[in-house]
């Protein structure tokens, strides 16, 4: 369900199962924003985790002790729990805004384009604050008009986390949008009635939609941020 990512540094591609190869660029933007920080071991939560894929492959690959995958969408929750039967890995019901969680329960949260649906940026930054334990990371990656990038950078630091990282990844997002675009036309073709198709197109930024030229022209950037909560 996201844009997809391609690491253009010429690092050895990603070594997946057959049966997730289909899945490989929308994997590889969970990869970068996971392993921003080692989470081997660790407990974590994902805000906005979709039908799933992204924390399974996660919790998979990258071997932390537990996985908690958050959606706002029930339907997306109950296909998550249905898909993706992993132990350790489990997904439930809840707002970003609002999360129905304890403090201090997690080690990191990810954060994989979704942000940019909230009503409040600020509050599910406080969120994630609140929820992570002392030392805890908060790894974020989304998409935002270029004239409001600022306003999000300005919320992250006036926050209480530490800021780590910080990189514009636009370029490596529209190449996974060039790479996959024929592929993802195809499979909407045969999920969508004719009349929707158009606008699904966009929605997902298939090449040469308004969806994906606010990207390639710079209206729009990608960005992704590690944070640190002070121990
Ligand atoms: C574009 S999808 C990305 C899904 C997934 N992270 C991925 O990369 O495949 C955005 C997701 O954010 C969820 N979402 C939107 N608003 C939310 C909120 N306030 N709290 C939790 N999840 C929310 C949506 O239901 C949707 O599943």
Redesign the pocket.
């Known amino acids: ?2 844009y997809g990512y391609i690491d253009l540094n010429g690092e050895l591609p990603l070594e997946l199962n057959p049966d997730d190869e289909e899945d490989r660029y ?1 994997i590889q ?1 969970y990869h970068h924003v996971a392993t921003a920080v080692d989470i081997q071991g660790k407990d974590v939560l ?6 799933g ?2 924390a399974s492959y996660v919790k998979r690959y990258l071997k932390p002790r537990t996985v908690l995958g ?4 029930q339907s ?1 929750v109950d296909l998550s729990n249905q898909l993706h039967q992993v132990p350790g890995l489990s997904f439930q019901q ?4 609002n999360l129905p969680l304890e403090d201090e329960l997690f080690d990191v949260v990810l954060n ?3 942000s940019h ?2 009503g409040n940026m600020e509050k599910f930054v406080a969120e994630v604050f609140r929820v992570l334990r002392p030392g805890g990371y908060f790894s974020f990656t989304d998409l935002r008009f270029a004239n409001k990038l600022q306003e999000t950078r300005k919320l992250f630091h006036e926050s209480l986390f530490t800021i780590l990282k910080e990189k514009i990844i636009t370029e490596n997002v529209v190449a996974a949008l060039d790479e996959v675009s024929e592929w993802k036309k195809e499979s909407l073709k045969k999920v969508t009635p004719f009349f929707l198709r158009k606008s699904f197109y966009d929605l997902t930024a298939v090449k040469d939609t308004g969806g994906y030229n606010v990207l390639k022209t710079g209206k729009k950037i990608y960005i992704s941020c590690l944070l640190q909560k002070p121990v």
């Open positions: 369900m996201n929308f933007l994902e805000v906005g985790s979709g039908r894929g992204g958050i959606d706002i969408a997306a809840g707002d970003a805004e994989v384009e979704s649906c909230y």
